[in-house]
């Protein structure tokens, strides 16, 4: 059974960082992309980074140059760096696998993101 577990949310002032994690087990974690989605209230969930197993990286253009993804294949884990944080990356974090093997997508739990200005 796939299971993402994030952490590393919590309250910041603007201009600050935080870095998410996101654990994966129950299934080759090197093989599958993985994506950090957000979703703040009232608002639809917007994809922010996205890498492929060889590690090519895309972001939202809101947080380009401002957020980092990473993965640690060794540890089953992705990373988002989150740097110079604005009052409107409030959000529910969430990571989520896209796997190859069945082609279902997996949630793990979301970790809450707020800034204050």
């Known amino acids: 059974q796939v299971q993402l577990v994030e952490s590393g949310g919590g309250s910041v002032q603007a201009g600050g960082s935080l870095r998410l994690s996101c654990v994966a087990s129950?299934?080759?974690?090197?093989?599958?992309?993985m994506d950090w989605v957000r979703q703040a209230p009232g608002k639809p969930r917007e994809l922010v980074a996205h890498?492929?197993?060889?590690?090519?990286?895309n972001y939202a253009d809101s947080v380009k140059g401002r957020f980092t993804i990473s993965r640690d294949n060794a540890k089953n884990t992705v990373y988002l760096q989150m740097n110079s944080l604005k009052p409107e990356d409030t959000a529910v974090y969430y990571c989520?696998?896209?796997?190859?093997?069945?082609?279902?997508?997996?949630w793990g739990q979301g970790t809450q993101v707020t800034v204050s200005s």
């Open positions: 890498i492929t197993s060889g590690g090519s990286t």
């Open positions: 129950g299934t080759i974690f090197s093989i599958n992309a």
């Open positions: 989520m696998m896209n796997r190859i093997l069945d082609g279902n997508h997996y």
